[in-house]
């Protein structure tokens, strides 16, 4: 059974940091391109960050470029993803969802992505 799990959102006030998990199962999920992404209330689901499947590649949106850090950790039988958030802004308010797909390009422009997790939470207060 594949499933991804995200954990770490919550609230934080501006300026705070907060670090999302995800966890990664059911799959050679090691091979696999993995990203971060956000939807905010409205239709649309936001690029965040993106890795390459041995973590030595990484891609970000230019809203979080130095501020955001994308990581992963591919363990033998889980992958974790992980997003560290720093200085966050109101603007960041938004469910991110952890995604991947064996296709790195699909990830980086936000195509039909094969996985994506149930996404977690993040609310910055001003």
């Known amino acids: 059974q594949v499933q991804l799990v995200e954990s770490g959102g919550g609230l934080v006030q501006a300026g705070g940091s907060l670090r999302l998990s995800c966890a990664a199962s059911?799959?050679?999920?090691?091979?696999?391109?993995m990203g971060w992404f956000r939807q905010a209330p409205g239709p649309e689901r936001e690029f965040v960050a993106a890795?390459?499947?041995?973590?030595?590649?990484?891609?970000?949106a230019d809203s979080v470029k130095g501020r955001f850090t994308i990581s992963r950790d591919n363990a033998p039988n889980t992958v974790y993803l992980y997003l560290q958030m720093n200085s966050l802004k109101p603007e960041d308010t938004a469910v991110y969802y952890c995604?991947?797909?064996?296709?790195?390009?699909?990830?980086?422009?936000?195509?039909?992505?094969?996985?994506w997790g149930q996404g977690t939470q993040v609310t910055v207060a001003s």
């Open positions: 995604a991947a797909d064996i296709r790195l390009n699909v990830v980086l422009n936000t195509g039909v992505i094969d996985y």
């Open positions: 059911g799959r050679t999920f090691s091979s696999y391109a």
């Open positions: 890795v390459n499947w041995s973590g030595d590649r990484t891609y970000y």
